[in-house]
């Protein structure tokens, strides 16, 4: 029996799978298992947990990058996920935090958004998933947000990792939007073009409308007052 640390680094790093208390691995999908009841170190607990759950946290796709899955969840899995992410973080390797939610939407075009409700498998999402721009890492950020009449304030954000996917014949943008509620609204967001985006910048401004692409170049950042 492993430590759950060490799964997760194998399964990372070596491309090995292992088994610890309540993580799973093979070469490709990290899950995590929790049973019921979950009575951690003999001991009962309390409050919101995650027994008799089981989740995906990572898949390893067929470009090599790692699809780590950004949903919430119980305690704790919410902390393998954590692990998980932190050591992504340290290996340098490609990945991209997206919640597997998300992903079933965009490839349903909407219609099913539960990934355990999925009409595909793992071996599909490895094949017809890929990552284009990788995630910079899981981060809280000061950005500037101007208000409808011009002023700026900051506000802090939180951020799974911008990133930009293909999810079958279509590319889509991971991100936050600063001015949703809150830490930031997160965001799935189909890019209109066929050709993958090489940079987070090309991504952000392919979401914006031609008028405003066209008042920036024109160094234009408010209407101007009638």
Request: aromatic share 8%; net charge neutral.
């Given at each position: 029996?492993?430590?759950?640390?060490?799964?997760?680094?194998?399964?990372?790093?070596?491309?090995?799978?292992?088994?610890?208390?309540?993580?799973?691995?093979?070469?490709?999908?990290?899950?995590?298992?929790?049973?019921?009841?979950?009575?951690?170190?003999?001991?009962?607990?309390?409050?919101?947990?995650?027994?008799?759950?089981?989740?995906?946290?990572?898949?390893?796709?067929?470009?090599?990058?790692?699809?780590?899955n950004g949903a919430r969840f119980d305690t704790p899995?919410?902390?393998?996920?954590?692990?998980?992410?932190?050591?992504?973080?340290?290996?340098?390797?490609?990945?991209?935090?997206?919640?597997?939610?998300?992903?079933?939407?965009?490839?349903?075009?909407?219609?099913?958004?539960?990934?355990?409700?999925?009409?595909?498998?793992?071996?599909d999402l490895q094949k017809e998933v890929s990552v284009?721009?990788?995630?910079?890492?899981?981060?809280?950020?000061?950005?500037?947000?101007?208000?409808?009449?011009?002023?700026?304030?900051?506000?802090?954000?939180h951020t799974l990792g911008d990133s930009v996917l293909?999810?079958?014949?279509?590319?889509?943008?991971?991100?936050?939007?600063?001015?949703?509620?809150?830490?930031?609204?997160?965001?799935?967001?189909?890019?209109?073009?066929?050709?993958?985006?090489?940079?987070?910048?090309?991504?952000?401004?392919?979401?914006?409308?031609?008028?405003?692409?066209?008042?920036?170049?024109?160094?234009?950042?408010?209407?101007?007052?009638?």
């Amino acid at each position: 029996m492993q430590t759950h640390l060490s799964v997760i680094e194998n399964f990372i790093r070596e491309g090995k799978g292992g088994k610890g208390t309540y993580l799973r691995a093979t070469d490709d999908v990290l899950s995590s298992k929790i049973p019921y009841p979950y009575h951690p170190y003999g001991h009962r607990t309390w409050g919101r947990n995650a027994a008799g759950q089981t989740a995906e946290l990572a898949v390893r796709l067929k470009d090599g990058s790692i699809l780590t899955n950004g949903a919430r969840f119980d305690t704790p899995i919410d902390e393998h996920q954590r692990n998980l992410i932190s050591a992504l973080e340290e290996s340098h390797r490609r990945f991209s935090v997206v919640p597997f939610h998300s992903i079933t939407a965009a490839w349903t075009d909407g219609k099913i958004d539960d990934w355990s409700n999925a009409p595909f498998g793992i071996s599909d999402l490895q094949k017809e998933v890929s990552v284009v721009v990788p995630s910079g890492g899981e981060e809280w950020k000061y950005v500037k947000v101007k208000d409808k009449n011009g002023r700026i304030t900051e506000r802090q954000i939180h951020t799974l990792g911008d990133s930009v996917l293909r999810v079958k014949d279509h590319f889509y943008l991971s991100g936050v939007d600063e001015t949703g509620h809150g830490a930031g609204m997160y965001f799935f967001a189909e890019l209109t073009t066929k050709e993958a985006p090489p940079t987070l910048e090309t991504a952000y401004n392919a979401l914006k409308p031609k008028v405003v692409r066209e008042a920036e170049s024109r160094g234009l950042n408010r209407p101007t007052p009638g």
